[in-house]
């Protein structure tokens, strides 16, 4: 582990695009700011223990629990297509893909 020593005003960077400083001190807390890329997230140590564990949980849930959310979203799920993909959610008929129209004539300009 890297140690520096900084005081109000200063800063560090982090390879050519991560700049931490030192915006204050009082008593034993020490704000600091972080100037980074957006792509480069950035959490507290606390809150990224508790994504981490949150995504084991969630990649070591059981396939047969499933059912059992149904109800959180008051309908049911719909069944998944013969022949379909694993994973691939069937489309409800509100989320299909419009078809052609009825009134439309073909080659008409407007119809489109």
Not at 5 to 19: L, N, W
Not at 77 to 106: H, I, L, M, N, Y
Request: charged share 25%.
């Amino acid at each position: 582990m890297l140690i520096l020593a900084r005081r109000i005003g200063e800063s560090i960077m982090i390879g050519d695009q991560v700049e931490i400083s030192v915006v204050d001190i009082k008593g034993d807390q020490v704000k600091l700011g972080i100037n980074a890329p957006s792509q480069v997230k950035v959490y507290r140590r606390e809150v990224y223990a508790a994504i981490q564990a949150e995504n084991r949980a969630a990649a070591s849930a059981a396939p047969e629990s499933l059912p059992h959310l149904e109800g959180l979203l008051g309908q049911k799920a719909p069944a998944a297509k013969p022949g379909a993909p694993p994973g691939e959610a069937p489309q409800r008929p509100s989320e299909a893909p419009p078809g052609p129209s009825d009134d439309s004539t073909p080659g008409d300009p407007q119809a489109r």
